[in-house]
């Protein structure tokens, strides 16, 4: 063993260009083969993904069995790379990323590793521990047809899930070497096993059915007499990877019984939002923030949101005690589903014990307040409706209805939260609320009342009102939809003070689009963050007065007008620099193709420019050339701005009319500052090209990020040339090359020989 292995970890993940972005570094112990242990070194970085270092260092070699077992620890774990140490010098690398990882000797920085999500599901650890759950469902479930017959579906679905849960635990306990049946019952691990598979209770924690011990003892010992298939380890499984396969068998069960979709809408998936720009940005801003970190989640389903988010809530806490009671004291969750409270239950539980099944703690008496707490904090209900509720119906019985059906919330614990706190959510559910005293309720007590609106909405303005810093993650097509009007008025008036949102390209999903709402102290403007298309980030205020009424969150910013009338102010359009020289691969099919061309493609990147000695047959436009001025024009961040511009508002109009009419600055020749500029830019256009030429065949990582930062250097240069030429203020310079992003967001300018 190293001596201090802790720093061989650091010298790793300084090698994958980490240093500056580690949460937390946890020890856990892998068992290889039943006697082998290797120390793993769990890293969560800032954007909750996370990686794995194995120390091997006492050995000089590892045979193939040992790294096939490390292969599969990584895609139990869901962690997006691993790294092995190797003596003191060695170390290797997987990419959790594709389908069959294998080992390399070189290190790459992480990011190229990184795509999207934050974990890494394996498609074969995924597919079998479907197979794992589906056969403990089936043994589960013929345990219940013998003793109970088939009738009272609801009541066989919240047994055979209780079943289920508790299952999986024992068996994860059974692997670690732990005994459920000897362990005492007053131990901190038999009530977090109970409390994380027990149908919730509603109202006095009673529940709504009572199993009978002997049919549940069954049903669990059946269903642990079942082997857990290769390749998993299912103690390694990560909490939300576990979270989300039981929630895939619920929907396979309730599909296969109601022939119906399921009543959450497919608009609403968790896992599009996690793999949202926007969803990153506000983890970034969570950190940022002061003061206690309530998570409340009334209506995000299975409870995944907030395992991610208690990531970056993690504190220095060093037992599955210290962590349990963070979670008792800081996680608010009332849910109208009891199944989704039995699951949110179980991935806390599974995320507070966070691999340490053998720890000391687990096996000491329980102190019942801390479990009545978490049972009181995250249990069924609803935060929308009081018992005011009962009061809008016209009978007792419909009254009666209404508290089973909307379970009411029976105590107002949200307002006795500590402050400052914070409130996140991401209201999903779009059940429909067709009773008529229900819409009174809502149409007296929600100003952004719509009869058509969705449960979300008045779950956001309910966070709104609180006094507590809030976090409301809405799909952005829902407030974009005619019924979000009395909402988007409501904002105007409200405590709102930033809106992020992810914009809709012409080839992506609507659903697959973001925002948050940002709630704090009133300021008389909103912040506004935008990302664009491409990834890059836009920031700017908005008046209240001046928010759109109308057209949802397609927010624009006020000084992008402004850029664009200095654009065009002293400016003539790319036919009128050309002479009308503007050419077709069609127009050119017959000619003579000898001399230098200049052809121009609008992507999804935005601009593409090529030239040499041959056009490309896929351009939209064609250009005799050669003019290095236009290139180096037609390729700044000016330009590339004003593409993406128009088309974001004007998204019908053709590749063909957009290139010709950018708007080109003829230099004036008989001014002196005009002829520098235009000769600064024609020779930071050379270096570039060489540059670019130079990062294609440099073999180290260092090369590449000291050629990176000349590339933008030039970036900066080219930029502040080209906004000379068009008058453009200082400020909205900077505004540009905020809104580009760094060197990896340039178009390469391919120049053919």
């Not at 506000?282 to 989640?297: P, Q, Y």
């Not at 508290?403 to 429909?432: F, G």
């Not at 128009?646 to 020749?669: F, G, Y």
Request: with cysteine; hydrophobic share 35%.
């Amino acid at each position: 063993m190293i001596p201090d292995i802790h720093q061989d970890c650091i010298q790793v993940i300084r090698k994958a260009g980490l240093l500056e972005n580690i949460y937390s570094l946890r020890k856990r112990n892998l068992i290889i083969k039943d006697c082998d242990s290797i120390s793993c070194f769990y890293v969560t970085l800032d954007d909750l993904r996370q990686v794995i270092i194995w120390d091997c260092s006492k050995d000089t070699d590892i045979d193939d069995e040992i790294k096939k077992e490390l292969i599969i620890h990584l895609k139990n774990t869901g962690a997006c790379a691993g790294y092995r140490i190797i003596g003191s010098t060695i170390s290797q690398v997987i990419n959790g990323q594709k389908r069959d990882p294998e080992f390399s000797n070189i290190i790459k920085p992480l990011p190229e590793l990184i795509q999207t999500g934050i974990l890494c599901e394996s498609v074969d650890i995924s597919e079998s521990l479907d197979r794992y759950l589906d056969a403990i469902h089936k043994t589960l479930s013929g345990v219940f047809y013998r003793t109970y017959g088939e009738s009272d579906r609801e009541r066989r679905e919240l047994l055979v899930l209780s079943g289920i849960l508790k299952t999986v635990t024992e068996k994860i306990l059974e692997i670690c070497g732990i005994d459920f049946n000897t362990v005492p019952e007053d131990s901190w691990i038999c009530h977090l096993v109970t409390c994380g598979s027990a149908i919730p209770g509603y109202l006095k924690d009673e529940p709504p059915c009572f199993p009978d011990p002997v049919t549940h003892s069954m049903m669990v010992r059946e269903g642990c007499s079942l082997p857990v298939p290769e390749p998993i380890r299912i103690h390694l499984i990560d909490p939300v990877i576990l979270v989300r396969a039981v929630s895939r068998l619920m929907t396979r069960v309730r599909d296969q019984n109601t022939r119906k979709k399921d009543y959450i809408a497919s608009t609403c998936d968790i896992s599009s939002l996690i793999s949202s720009p926007v969803f990153f940005h506000v983890i970034r801003c969570l950190k940022e923030s002061e003061g206690t970190h309530a998570i409340v989640d009334p209506q995000s389903g299975n409870g995944e949101l907030l395992l991610l988010l208690l990531r970056s809530h993690a504190g220095k806490e060093d037992s599955p005690h210290d962590r349990f009671n963070r979670i008792a004291d800081t996680v608010f969750c009332s849910e109208p589903s009891f199944s989704s409270v039995m699951l949110t239950r179980f991935g806390l539980i599974l995320h507070a014990i966070d691999g340490n099944f053998l720890h000391p703690d687990l096996f000491q008496p329980c102190k019942k307040e801390q479990m009545d707490i978490f049972r009181s904090h995250i249990r069924v209900g609803n935060i929308l409706f009081s018992k005011e509720i009962t009061n809008e119906y016209l009978s007792v019985h419909e009254a009666q209805a209404a508290v089973h059906s909307l379970r009411p919330s029976d105590e107002d614990w949200l307002d006795r939260i500590s402050r400052p706190a914070m409130l996140i959510t991401a209201p999903c559910r779009q059940k429909a609320m067709k009773d008529p005293e229900v819409h009174q309720y809502l149409c007296k007590h929600f100003s952004s009342y719509s009869y058509d609106a969705m449960t979300a909405l008045y779950t956001a303005e309910y966070a709104i009102r609180k006094e507590h810093q809030s976090f409301i993650l809405l799909p952005s097509a829902w407030l974009s939809d005619m019924h979000a009007r009395p909402f988007r008025k409501m904002i105007r008036r409200s405590r709102v003070t930033h809106i992020i949102l992810d914009e809709h390209s012409p080839g992506q999903d609507l659903s697959d689009t973001w925002s948050c709402i940002c709630a704090g102290i009133f300021s008389p403007s909103i912040g506004i963050t935008r990302f664009t298309t491409n990834g890059t980030m836009v920031s700017y205020h908005l008046n209240r007065d001046d928010l759109p009424g109308e057209d949802g969150w397609n927010l624009e910013d006020p000084l992008e007008r402004v850029i664009l009338n200095y654009l065009l102010k002293d400016s003539v359009s790319l036919s009128e620099y050309c002479l009308g020289g503007l050419y077709t691969p069609e127009d050119l099919s017959e000619y003579n193709h000898e001399g230098s061309w200049i052809s121009l493609k609008d992507t999804t990147d935005g601009l593409l420019i090529t030239s040499g000695d041959t056009y490309e047959k896929a351009a939209d436009i064609i250009i005799k050339g050669p003019d290095e001025y236009l290139e180096s024009l037609l390729g700044s961040p000016l330009i590339r701005w004003y593409c993406r511009y128009m088309s974001k508002n004007q998204p019908s109009l053709h590749p063909e009319h957009l290139i010709s009419a950018i708007p080109v600055h003829q230099p004036d020749w008989y001014c002196p500052e005009e002829r520098e500029h235009v000769r600064q830019i024609t020779k930071s256009f050379h270096e570039r090209a060489f540059l670019i030429q130079r990062r294609e065949y440099a073999r180290s990582f260092h090369d590449k990020e000291r050629i990176g930062k000349k590339l933008q250097q030039i970036e900066e240069e080219i930029n502040f040339r080209v906004c000379s030429l068009y008058q453009i203020p200082k400020t909205l310079q900077d505004r540009l090359l905020t809104g580009e992003g760094n060197d990896s967001s340039l178009p390469e300018m391919i120049i053919s020989s």
